[in-house]
């Protein structure tokens, strides 16, 4: 794999930022997008533009069979059984709010656990807080260990019999830490619970096997793995979304509509109320081509390969904190840190003068910033396209930082 | 942009404020209390003001955050001090006229408070610099309701 020449294929990243080339780490906020996915979304709105699921029209059917064909996509991606199991939705968010309106609201009372962890994102904390309210089940938290990653053994001491719902990150979008899923997933099965994943950090860098994983739902997002915006995945066995309720009612749902009664339509459409998010599915389905054509294998080696060595170079900087594992082992291309006294904000100011896009703040975790101990970090996550060159570029930024800052006080 | 325009944003001043932070603390008694967070990036301010006939007696400030958004909450409780409610106001509304870089009152001393005009320039950071001033402002009005 060759970032450089992956890399031209981004328009967006051919820019200056304040009179010096645009160096890009902030990926895991969201990705860029290739001329592929930009492409595919023009085609559609250009060409085919229509709506789906009404196929009498020449357009109505390309329309359908592009929204459709992404579909199939997605659930080779993932490596789902059926496109059944794929549902579309607006993102990681709205998919594990799906999972909490409709299964946990039906399935939980007084007494049950949800589990949950630590370094989750709040998207994968406040649904699941919401649930325990409205059905007085206990939120619970798998601790962390030192080094910020999740023991096994916490998780079995953790999970009971009562607990109904396990859902953890796949990749925690601050530490980097990739947690052991399949492992999670099997003692939670043990006691009879479901286990949903957030992959919204995962599904971009990693080969995710549904099967393989053996979770019950899984939740990601088309914009941060080259997809647009407003496109997302809710992937869930068959089994399980067959009993479950929709969510939204309306159009495209239903079956049959009478004056007071009506059916839905069967799986996966009867979680898609209202017209769908066509360019933005055909937008991902371009993506993902994109994605496979490189392979997931090399994107995960790169990514691997670009934290290594961000944190070997960034450990140079005097001053430096880095949050998460020490090592590059099971840990995806996200590097969070500290320096010294400068507030993160500052040192995103400072870097974004030099050209460098990374991200400062709470990162949507404030759980995890108050089990780091800190109001604040400062973030910098890679991608396909990032090269051993712009985290170059982001130490000798951070020495600059520094020395700029030890000048003001 | 170089590191010359940061100089525009960092300037002596706000870092004299930031290392040095004038009135940090709580006031204790019955003064009236506000807290405020910047939920996008964590910042955090708890602002306790005492006011004596009409006037701002005394105002402390504790918080979390940035050099720009604590170097602001230094200057303001300094600016406040001794100003009556509605000048504290008038002075929050020419500041926020400042950061959004409108032309705004300069008939008033702004002091220190005039080193914050380069923030105008960063838009990104201008919420860091509002936060304390929202915050002084949010109590003005809790104090009118409460009368």
Same mark, same amino acid.
Request: with cysteine.
């Given at each position: 794999?060759?970032a450089k020449e992956?890399?031209?294929l981004?328009?967006?990243?051919n820019?200056?930022v304040?009179?010096?080339p645009?160096?890009?780490l902030?990926s ?7 001329i592929?996915?930009i492409e595919a979304?023009?085609?559609y709105?250009?060409n085919?533009n229509?709506n789906?699921h009404?196929g009498?029209?020449t357009?109505?059917?390309r329309?359908?069979d ?7 996509k997605?659930?080779k ?5 059926s ?5 579309f939705t ?6 594990i709010n799906k999972v909490?309106a409709s ?5 939980l009372?007084?007494?049950d656990e949800?589990v949950?962890?630590?370094m989750?994102h709040h998207s ?5 807080q ?6 007085g089940a206990?939120?619970k ?10 023991a096994?053994?916490?998780?079995s ?6 607990t109904k ?7 925690s979008?601050?530490l980097g ?5 399949k492992d ?5 099965h043990q006691?009879g ?5 957030d992959a919204?950090q995962?599904?971009?860098?990693l080969k995710i096997d ?11 997002s ?5 997809g647009?915006t ?6 869930g066995k068959?089994q399980?979304?067959e009993?479950?309720e929709?969510?939204?009612f309306?159009?495209?749902m239903i079956?049959?509509?009478g004056l007071?009664?009506?059916?839905w339509?069967?799986l ?9 998010i ?8 371009a993506?993902?081509?994109f994605l496979?054509?490189i392979?997931l294998d090399?994107i995960?080696?790169?990514?691997h390969k670009l ?11 005097e001053?430096?904190?880095i949050?998460?594992p020490?090592?590059?082992?099971n840990?995806?291309g996200i590097v ?12 995103a100011?400072?870097?974004d003068?030099e ?8 990162h949507c975790?404030q ?5 780091l ?5 400062a973030?910098?996550?890679f991608?396909l ?5 712009d ?19 | 942009m170089s590191?010359?325009?940061?100089d525009?944003l960092?300037r002596?001043?706000?870092m ?5 932070p ?6 204790e008694?019955?003064?009236l209390?506000v807290n405020?967070?910047n939920?996008?990036c964590?910042?955090?301010i708890q ?5 004596e006939d ?5 105002a402390?400030f504790?918080g979390e955050?940035?050099?720009i958004s604590?170097?602001?909450a230094s200057m303001?409780t300094?600016?406040i *001090? +001794?100003k009556?409610k &509605?000048e504290?106001? !008038?002075?929050?509304h020419?500041?926020s006229?400042?950061m959004?870089?409108k032309d ?13 005009q ?6 990104a950071?201008i919420?860091?610099?509002?936060l304390?001033?929202?915050?002084m402002? *949010? +109590?003005?009005n809790? &104090?009118?309701?409460? !009368?």
């Open positions: 794999m060759n992956i890399r031209e981004f328009p967006i990243l820019q200056e304040n009179g010096h645009l160096v890009y902030d895991g906020a969201t990705s860029q997008k290739p592929q996915v979304v023009q085609k709105y250009h085919d229509s789906v009404r009498v029209h357009l109505g059917t329309a359908t592009g929204y459709e064909g992404a579909r199939e997605v659930r991606f993932i490596r789902a059984k496109t059944e199991e794929i549902i607006r993102g990681t968010t709205t998919s909490a299964y946990a609201r039906a399935n009372s007084e007494g949800i949950i962890s630590y989750e994968n904390i406040i649904p699941w919401q649930v325990a309210k409205e059905t206990t939120l938290y798998l601790p962390l260990q030192e080094d910020g990653t999740i096994l053994s916490d998780v001491a953790t999970i009971t019999d009562q719902i396990v859902s953890v990150t796949l990749v979008n601050v830490v990739i947690n052991p899923i999670i997933a099997k003692i939670a006691h619970a479901v286990m949903v994943v919204a995962g599904a971009p860098h549904v099967q393989d994983l053996d979770c019950d739902f899984l939740a990601f088309g914009h941060k793995m080259c647009p407003g496109i997302g995945v809710l992937y068959k399980l979304l009993n479950m929709p969510v939204e309306g159009g495209e079956d049959f509509v007071y009664e009506s059916t339509k069967e996966p459409w009867k979680f898609e109320g209202g017209t769908p066509i360019a933005g599915a055909i937008g991902l389905g993506a993902i081509d496979e054509e392979g090399q995960e080696a790169h990514e934290a290594a060595y961000a944190l070997e170079r960034l450990s140079e900087v001053g430096m904190k949050f998460g020490k090592t590059a082992a840990r995806a969070t840190f500290n320096l010294d006294d400068v507030h993160p904000h500052d040192v100011t400072v870097l003068a050209g460098i896009a990374i991200r400062a703040g709470h975790a759980p995890l910033m108050k089990w101990k800190q109001s604040a970090t973030r910098a996550s991608y396209y990032n090269t051993e060159e985290i170059d570029k982001l130490t000798t930024g951070l020495i600059k930082t520094k020395e700029y800052f030890s000048d003001v006080f | 590191f010359n325009n940061l525009t960092y002596q001043v706000i004299d404020h930031y290392k040095n004038r009135n940090k603390g709580v006031l008694d019955d003064s209390t405020m967070n939920p996008t964590g910042d955090r602002l306790t003001l005492k006011l009409g006037k701002v007696a005394d402390k504790e955050g940035c050099s604590m170097s602001s303001m300094q600016a *001090k +001794g009556t &509605e504290a106001v !008038k002075l929050s020419i500041f006229d400042m959004l870089g705004y009152d300069d008939d008033i001393d702004l002091g220190d408070i005039e080193a914050l380069g923030v105008s320039q960063f838009p950071r919420k860091c610099a509002t304390a001033w929202k915050a402002e *949010k +109590g003005m809790e &104090e009118d309701t409460a !009368k």
